[in-house]
């Protein structure tokens, strides 16, 4: 076999394993993305439907302990209105709930149905609803219901990803940071080896300082850059708000208590935790190894 072929042949397939890796890794950063964006598109469609049940059925918030569950929904998009709820009675709204077929005891559905039917009677608002109302109040829970399959999916797309990509299974190690948070911050950060100091993943993250200076000035208050990816930020903010409460991660939380010591307001030792925290995930990532939470 000629010698140009056996090279082709040797670089070909050394090369396979990094790009399927790094088609992974695109593939976790776009569902990744695509989930954060659906996630903000369904809490402003909740904040929008808290309006404009506060209209209608403002006392339908205390029948359901989740308002936003799936029979909660279902059953307020049937009997939208006190009217509706008092016409229909509390045998049939028990009913409803039966053929959802929802894993509840019958004492459970007699115990939401009673609530419902007391809601409805002291709703202040029995009548004079308008049409627009209704139909956006139904608009809102269809969209609300779509979200919900949308995330479930994209949640379920992701932890197959995630699975498959060791890095993601590393950085859970470090206490704050779960499934979601991992695959996030993996999928902004790509590959470990583009980055050869941890000072540049700090800036790639914007969480560098900024310095402003002018001739012989120099800024003494600095925020950080932000420059880079927010998703990546938030990420990170998140796992260390995971981490230092009820002192889940003890060498986080003991870093955050030393720099409230020192004197630095509360958002200025999260951030120094947010660096701390990316130093220990590059650290972890070029030693392809586990945390050890020892304080």
């Known amino acids: 076999m ?19 890796r790094g088609l992974r890794l695109l593939n976790l950063r776009t569902l990744s993305r695509q989930y954060g964006t659906v996630t903000n598109l369904y809490i402003q469609a909740k904040l929008q439907f808290h309006t404009i049940l506060d209209q209608i059925f403002p006392e339908y918030r205390g ?20 009217e509706d709820v008092l016409m229909a009675g509390e045998a049939k709204i028990i009913a409803r709930i039966e053929e959802m077929r929802i894993k ?5 559905r ?5 609530k419902l039917m007391a809601s409805a009677k002291r709703n202040p608002f029995q009548q004079g609803v308008y049409e627009s109302q209704l139909f956006s109040l139904d608009m809102y829970i269809t969209m609300l219901l779509q979200y919900q399959e949308h995330l479930s ?27 979601r948070i991992a695959a996030t911050i993996i999928s902004e950060i790509g590959e470990i080896d583009r980055f050869n100091h941890p000072k540049k993943l700090v800036a790639y993250a914007g969480i560098d300082p900024s310095v402003h200076s002018s001739g012989k000035f120099t800024a003494t208050i600095n925020h950080i850059t932000k420059r880079g ?26 870093y955050y208590d030393r720099k409230r010591n020192e004197g630095k307001p509360s958002k200025v030792a ?20 586990q945390f050890l939470d020892l304080a």
Request: charged share 30%; net charge positive; aromatic share 10%.
């Open 63 to 82: 029948v359901f302990g989740d308002l936003f569950s799936k029979v909660s929904l279902k059953i307020l998009k049937e009997f939208p209105t006190s």
């Open 270 to 289: 999260m951030i120094a935790c947010v660096n701390k925290l990316l130093h220990w995930i590059f650290a972890i990532l070029k030693r392809n190894e």
């Open 2 to 20: 000629p010698l140009m072929h056996i090279t082709f042949v040797f670089f070909t397939t050394r090369k396979k394993p990094y790009k399927k």
């Open 229 to 254: 990816s927010s998703r990546l930020r938030h990420a990170l903010y998140m796992a260390v708000l995971c981490g230092i409460r009820s002192s889940r991660n003890k060498k986080l939380k003991e």
């Open 153 to 179: 999916s994209l949640e379920r797309q992701v932890d197959v990803l995630a699975e498959e990509i060791e890095e993601c299974k590393i950085i859970q190690s470090i206490p704050g940071i779960g499934e």
């Open 110 to 114: 007699r115990e939401k149905a009673a």
């Open 104 to 108: 509840r005891s019958p004492s459970w």
